[in-house]
Structures are given as structure tokens and as C-alpha cells.
């Protein structure tokens, strides 16, 4: 029975994304399996409370995958889903399992768990398992809570949800104590001391007044399904593009924004597609491959890009550097190329990845200095950011969305990455090819959109802003700090400490 409270406490917590929204279950919903972490008698139980958590959490937030993966590989689909739900739930599985294993005191274990969840929520985002998917932070979007992101990044937003779950997770485990009430309620008091100067920063900075956008974007939608882009129709899909900015040209745009996968040629290469991009006498920025060398074999290595071009010049290509493991790259290949065939080979297709991105550098144009970024990066902090220390002046994220079919899966993306305009002050301006195309002010704000599945164009009001954030200046030095008290708590025991950590 307490598994399955656990089991239902995760799916609980997937209600406080979108598309539901429910941001205040995030309050609570963990408390249970915190309870009990703290009160566990083995760190086993501890890791197992986190672990049937995240797979109730997981199994309903990523329900997405199942339709990707399964509108490719059929019945194989639902073993890749599996396998990507047990593994990411280790994510929260492991941080309570060590907060028991380290912690001998539930007062201990709880701000232990803090610690490790924040350095486990940021190892998320880092090597080949990069997936920083349904991060706690994410459930304060729609709050003023989250601008505290422009400081802490979205692992601030993390810390006050965990904490304010694990001090109702306190008073359960301390219910039946005989202690002072001001001892049992401390952690749940300092949590709601903590979400008051949030809330309080969070307030004063959405009521600063917002200049005018002085600058205008043309932000383009296709709406292609990404499943024709396969075949042989590049012109086709280009010749669209350039039909749809066309159409809108009279609006005086500064500058336009095709999605990722706007062009299917090598752009850097492809002589004949920049001249006509050029023939619209405004700087383009667009998803489109880029060419990075050769194989041993001589063949052609290509990067998921974003290209600036403009009548006389061109900025890029910038590649992709996180790329969506398991699919645009194939972590291990030499070792597993059996298995990736086998999967592939079910899809229909020949195995293949992206050549990862090496530098992370914004596009120089006659419009601006901008950081663009494809899809899944989105997702990444560190992007984004790395590029506004380049000088980028405001954001682009170009996508395709298609993927996920008619899921709540699109939501979540542009949710996420609205929070990348909070941690770096920065407009960022959205173009997703079947949606959801956008433009969010610096606050994380919507400002105008295109639904999904619709063809047209959006004039979007942007500015160019200079200025650094605490964020962007000092990185992640939340989960860093949390990383460095938890080895001077291990180094205090392993040197004998004897108190009631």
C-alpha cells in the first residue's frame, strides 16, 4: 500500500504541467514519498518511495513518447518508452536513497534531499542521457515564483517546490513527536518564509513596466507534417516558405524566422536556395542542415543547424549541440550499432544521427545579435545562456513540433523554454513549424501566438537588450553550491563526525 501512494503521488504531480496546469498539486504532491524517505528504517525504502514515484510522474508526463516512438516502431515504440521511464525515475530515486544513506536524523535526511535532488535535476542536463524533462522548477511558470530564475536559474524554483514538500513530508513523519511547535513546524515556516521573498521579488519585478517594442519579426509556420520530409519535395517545402514571407512582407518586418527544418539541403552549401532566400531583401533566419566534413568512408557528416542570411551576407551555421539522444544522436554507437539497426530497421530507415555542435555562438546579422537555438535545446539553460554572454540580444528557438501529434507534449516544450526568457532577460522569438509558434517578453510572458496545425505568419514585437543577468553572469552556481555542501557533509563523516547528521 505505501508503493502505491508513492505511485500515485508522482501521477498526482503530473497535473501541475500543461496542459492541465494545475501548478498548486506541485505543493504537496511529494510530501508522501518524502515521509517516507524520512522515516525510512533502510535507504532502500528510501529509494524505492522515489523511484514507483518517478514512474507514476513519468509514465503520464511523458506519455508523448509513447506516440512518437510507437508511430515509427509500432509495438517495439512502447519497450523504448519502458526502458526511457525507468531510467529518468532513477532521477528521483537515487537522490532519496542517498539522503537516507547519508542522513541519520529525518531533519538531516530532508535537507540532504534537497541537496542531491537539485545536483540530480542538474546531471540530468549534462553527458549522453541529457533530458531535462519535467523539472520541478517548471510547475512555478504560470507564478511570479519564477522569476527568482533571473538569479538561481529554474533550479531555484526546484529547491522552494521540493522544500515546501518536504516540510509537509516533516510534519507527517513528526505528528505523533513530543516536541515544541515552533521545532515541528520550523522546516514548513522556512519554506513558506523562502516562497514569501520569492513571491515578493517574483511580484516587484512583473510590475515593472515593459518599453515598447521598438523592433518587429516576421515569425513564419509551414505547418509540414514532418513525416513528408523524407521524401524529395526540399524545393517544395522551401518554395512554401518563401510564399507564406512574401505574402507578408508589408509589414515592414526587420527580420524573419523560419522553423527548424525549413530547408532540408546543406545551406551552407546550397548556393541556389541563399540566392532566393536573398531575393526577399530582409534577413532570414532558418533551421536548415549544415556540413561538417567527411567520414572515413567519405560520406557526408550533417548538423540539425540555424543559418543567418540576408541580401550580401551570411552568419552561421550554428549546430546543434544537445542533440535528442537516442534519436538525432546515438550515444555508444560502435558498441550498440546492432541494436540501433534493429530499431531503425523497424522505422524503415537507414541508421544515421546529427554531428553534435562544438561552439555556442549567436548569429550576427544586420538586425541584431541573436542567439537561436534548435528545438530541444530549448530545455538546456546553459545555451541559451552561454549565448547571451556571446552578446546575443534576444532569443530565437527554432523547432518542429510535429512529433509529438496531437499530445500535450508541445505545451510542455514552449513552457519550458519560456523560462529561458526569464534567466537571461531576453525576448525570445518562437517558430515552430507545425506550432507552437510565439513570442515571449522577458518575463516569460506570451505575448502573441500561432496554434498548432495552422498555416500563417506572426508580426512579432521584440527589443534588443545588453543587459546580464546574476544567472547569466554566475551559471549554475545553485546546484554547484549544493554539490560542495554535500561533499563537506561526506568528508565530515568520513573524518568521524558523530553528530546527528
Known amino acids: 500500500m505505501p508503493y502505491v501512494l508513492c505511485l500515485l503521488s508522482g501521477a498526482l504531480l503530473s497535473l501541475a504541467y500543461p496542459r492541465t496546469n494545475w501548478w498548486p498539486v506541485a505543493l504537496v504532491a511529494l510530501a508522501y514519498p518524502i515521509f517516507r524517505t524520512l522515516r525510512a528504517s533502510r535507504p532502500r525504502e528510501a529509494f ?25 516502431l509500432g509495438s517495439a515504440g512502447w519497450i523504448l518508452t519502458v526502458l526511457l521511464v525507468a531510467g529518468v525515475s532513477l532521477f528521483w530515486g537515487l537522490p532519496m536513497w542517498l539522503s537516507a544513506l547519508m542522513g541519520r536524523t529525518p531533519g538531516a535526511r530532508l535537507w540532504l534531499l ?3 535532488w537539485v545536483a540530480a535535476e542538474k546531471s540530468r542536463s549534462l553527458l549522453f542521457w541529457a533530458f531535462p524533462w519535467g523539472l520541478l522548477g517548471n510547475t512555478l511558470g504560470e507564478t511570479p515564483l519564477i522569476q527568482i530564475a533571473d538569479i538561481t536559474g529554474i533550479y531555484g524554483p526546484t529547491l522552494l517546490i521540493l522544500l515546501m514538500n518536504g516540510g509537509w513530508g516533516w510534519l507527517l513523519t513528526m505528528r505523533r513527536q513530543v516536541m515544541r511547535p515552533l521545532q515541528r513546524l520550523f522546516p514548513l515556516l522556512l519554506e513558506l518564509a523562502l516562497g514569501a521573498v520569492a513571491l515578493f521579488y517574483g511580484s516587484w519585478r512583473l510590475a515593472e513596466p515593459l518599453p515598447p517594442a521598438p523592433h518587429q519579426a516576421l515569425i513564419v509556420q509551414g505547418n509540414i507534417d514532418p513525416r513528408e520530409k523524407g521524401s524529395s519535395q526540399s524545393g517544395t517545402f522551401l518554395d512554401s516558405y518563401l510564399g507564406l514571407t512574401r505574402e507578408a512582407l508589408g509589414t515592414n518586418p526587420e527580420l524573419v524566422i523560419w522553423p527548424e527544418g525549413a530547408i532540408l539541403t546543406y545551406l551552407d552549401q546550397d548556393q541556389r536556395a541563399q540566392d532566393q532566400i536573398r531575393t526577399l531583401g530582409v534577413p532570414v533566419i532558418t533551421g536548415a542542415p549544415s556540413s561538417q566534413g567527411y567520414n572515413r568512408e567519405r560520406q557526408l557528416l550533417g548538423g540539425n543547424a540555424v543559418h543567418a542570411i540576408w541580401p550580401g551576407g551570411y552568419s552561421g551555421p550554428y549546430n546543434k549541440v544537445h542533440l535528442v539522444p537516442f534519436s538525432e544522436g546515438l550515444p555508444f554507437r ?29 548569429l550576427e546579422t544586420p538586425a541584431g545579435s541573436f542567439g537561436a ?8 539553460p546553459d545555451i541559451a545562456r552561454a549565448m547571451v554572454r556571446s552578446g546575443a540580444q534576444a532569443l530565437i528557438n527554432v523547432s518542429n513540433d510535429g512529433w509529438f501529434g496531437g499530445s500535450s507534449g508541445p505545451w510542455q516544450h514552449l513552457a519550458m523554454g519560456n523560462v529561458r526568457a526569464i534567466e537571461t532577460r531576453r525576448y525570445l522569438l518562437r517558430s515552430g513549424n507545425t506550432g507552437i509558434t510565439a ?20 508580426l512579432a514585437g521584440f527589443d534588443l537588450r545588453d543587459e546580464l543577468t546574476f544567472y547569466v553572469r554566475w551559471g549554475d552556481w545553485l546546484p554547484a553550491l549544493a554539490l560542495i555542501l554535500l561533499l563537506a557533509t561526506l568528508l565530515w563523516r568520513l573524518a568521524g563526525g558523530q553528530g546527528k547528521v
Open 439 to 458: 513570442v515571449i517578453d522577458p518575463y516569460g510572458r506570451v505575448q502573441d501566438t500561432l496554434d498548432m496545425n495552422q498555416v500563417g505568419t506572426l
Open 48 to 72: 524505492w518511495a522515489g523511484y514507483i514515484a518517478g514512474i507514476g510522474f513519468f509514465s503520464l508526463h511523458l506519455r508523448w513518447v509513447i506516440e512518437f516512438f510507437s508511430d515509427f
Open 373 to 380: 537555438y534548435v528545438c530541444y535545446e530549448s530545455v538546456f
Open 334 to 362: 560502435p558498441l550498440l550499432d546492432g541494436i540501433y539497426r534493429f530499431f531503425f530497421s523497424l522505422a524503415g530507415f537507414q541508421t544515421w544521427s546529427w554531428q553534435p555542435g562544438q561552439a555556442v555562438i549567436p
Open 114 to 116: 534537497a541537496l542531491w
